[in-house]
């Protein structure tokens, strides 16, 4: 057509338009204007040099398993990504950008590099973030009970935590995730109703964390929590 500007697969900004991870733009550089997010084919020397970038396909980039700012969640092949809007750092933390989709998979808190689809935010609507929602995140200083809902604690007093987790409704509940982790080591536990828990072949009803960092992600099915991932913390039955 006589009005068409370019076919869109690739477009070309100015540095200074765009967020990177450096001062200037690298090329293979995830980047992004607005919520248009793409990766840099050229190395830029100054705010003024073009940049041409790539709107669509895969990439190899890397990638930070972590949520929610500083939560640890690894990344496994089919996770949402996103990109910080001031660091340009590719993550699962849904508060930023919408980037892609991951193609490889990353150890929980680790940065690799790993294959990205490149997905714009007007095509993310069937996407859905692996783990917790990060828009419930609490920080519990005092003992307490930790609510069936999606989201995340962080276990951080002085002292030691006595936490409660109540059963999940059946079917009402199912599909809902916890992360939990310990913010302080002062051997916290999260109690359930009796072998409540799930984990492989054991059941139990106390989880304890005995170092900062220990966690477990727990998802609702059928009245029951199970182990989706556990990093440190003990499963006992009292």
Do not use: C
Request: hydrophobic share 45%.
């Amino acid at each position: 057509m006589k009005n068409q500007v370019q076919d869109g697969k690739v477009l070309t900004f100015l540095d200074s338009q765009l967020t990177k991870p450096s001062t200037r733009v690298a090329a293979g550089d995830p980047v992004l204007v607005g919520t248009l997010v793409g990766v840099a084919f050229n190395t830029t020397t100054a705010a003024g040099d073009k940049v041409d970038v790539a709107s669509e396909g895969v990439f190899n980039l890397s990638v930070l398993a972590k949520h929610a700012g500083a939560v640890n969640d690894a990344v496994a092949v089919g996770d949402q990504l996103y990109i910080d809007a001031s660091t340009a750092v590719v993550s699962k933390d849904a508060t930023d950008v919408p980037f892609g989709v991951a193609l490889g998979a990353v150890t929980s808190g680790a940065t690799a590099t790993i294959p990205v689809k490149l997905v714009q935010a007007s095509g993310v609507a069937s996407l859905t973030q692996s783990g917790p929602a990060t828009d419930g995140v609490t920080h519990a200083v005092a003992s307490g009970a930790i609510p069936v809902a999606s989201g995340t604690t962080g276990l951080g007093s002085g002292g030691a935590l006595a936490m409660t987790l109540a059963t999940p409704s059946d079917p009402a509940d199912d599909g809902k995730q916890r992360f939990i982790v310990a913010e302080t080591a002062h051997a916290h536990t999260v109690t359930t109703a009796a072998n409540k828990i799930k984990n492989t072949a054991a059941s139990g009803d106390t989880l304890t964390f005995a170092a900062v960092g220990d966690s477990v992600t727990l998802e609702a099915i059928g009245g029951l929590w199970y182990v989706r991932q556990i990093n440190g913390p003990i499963l006992s039955e009292v």
